[in-house]
C-alpha cells in the first residue's frame, strides 16, 4: 500500500475534489443561476468537505484530525440534503441528481472509513 504523505493522497479528498468541480459547474444552470442564496449555500457545502478533508490531515493529533474528519462527513450530509430539495424543485436533471448523489455517497463513505481508521 502506497503511504500518504500528503492530503492529495487520500482517496477522500480526490472523490470529493471531482464532487466539488461537478458543483461548481450544475450550479451555473439556469435555476440555480437566479436563486443565488441556495447555489452559494450549495457550493460553500461541498467545497467544506474537500477543505475540511485537506485542514484535518494537516492537524498533529488525531483528535483533531477526526474532528475535522467528521466535519467533512456533516458536510456530505448538507449537500446531499440539498440534492432532495433541487430534485423536488427540478433544478437539475435526474441524471446529475444521481451523478452527485453517487459521488456524495462515495466520498462520505470513505470519509468515515478513515475517521473509523483513526479511531482504531
Do not use: H, P
Not at 1 to 6: D, F, G, Q, S
Amino acid at each position: 500500500m502506497k503511504k500518504i504523505e500528503r492530503f492529495e493522497d487520500l482517496k477522500c479528498w480526490q472523490e470529493s475534489r471531482i464532487l466539488v468541480k461537478r458543483v461548481y459547474e450544475l450550479t451555473n444552470t439556469e435555476y440555480l443561476k437566479r436563486d443565488w442564496d441556495t447555489r452559494s449555500q450549495f457550493r460553500i457545502a461541498a467545497l467544506s468537505i474537500m477543505n475540511n478533508i485537506a485542514e484535518g490531515f494537516g492537524r498533529f493529533s488525531k483528535k483533531e484530525k477526526i474532528r475535522f474528519f467528521e466535519y467533512s462527513s456533516s458536510s456530505a450530509s448538507e449537500v446531499k440534503s440539498m440534492l432532495y430539495l433541487f430534485q423536488d424543485l427540478k433544478y437539475l436533471e435526474e441524471q446529475q441528481l444521481n451523478f452527485l448523489f453517487e459521488q456524495v455517497a462515495t466520498t462520505q463513505k470513505l470519509t468515515l472509513g478513515l475517521i473509523r481508521y483513526l479511531k482504531n
